[in-house]
């Protein structure tokens, strides 16, 4: 088996980049042929010294291979799974008139405010200004 050095492994790159590739038969044959020459060097250099050439043969010959109706409806029922683990549903957060009443209520404060604000004028514009901003946004 030929190795991919450095500057081979360019060399490689730039002949596939460059490559006309118009059948996915040729592309694929090319790609698993590529694979063949890098993964045992990029393995070695990972640090697994026991790794041949079957172990390298048999994945790629296994991707390869279409799968069956089975396989397709196993593999899809084990993502759908993996999706109901990962999205555990957060609460529905949402404002509604109860929540917006009692945040937006200052009916209690205001009362207070006119109570006890030495100048009535004053008072009775907020009072005013606070309705009136109270009416908007009941409207929207």
């Known amino acids: 088996m030929n190795k991919v050095t ?9 002949v596939l980049s ?5 059948h996915l038969d040729s592309f694929a044959a090319l790609t698993t042929e590529f694979c063949k020459m890098v993964i045992p060097e990029a393995v070695t250099r990972a640090g ?7 172990d390298v043969q048999d994945p790629l010959e296994s991707h390869g291979e279409p ?3 089975y396989e397709l409806i196993e593999q ?6 993996r999706e109901k683990e990962g999205d555990e549903e957060e609460p529905v ?7 917006l009443r009692e945040c937006l209520g200052i009916g209690k404060p205001l009362e207070t405010l006119m109570e006890r604000d030495p ?7 907020v009072a005013h200004d606070v309705e009136k901003s109270q009416n908007l ?3 929207l």
């Open 6 to 14: 450095g500057s081979n492994e360019v060399y490689v790159l730039q």
């Open 48 to 54: 697994f010294d026991k790794v041949d050439d079957d």
């Open 93 to 99: 957060r949402g404002l509604d008139i109860k929540t």
């Open 119 to 125: 100048n009535p004028a004053r008072s009775s514009k």
């Open 18 to 22: 460059e490559a006309r590739v118009y």
């Open 137 to 139: 946004s009941r409207n």
């Open 76 to 81: 899809d029922k084990a993502s759908q799974e």
């Open 67 to 69: 799968l069956s109706n």
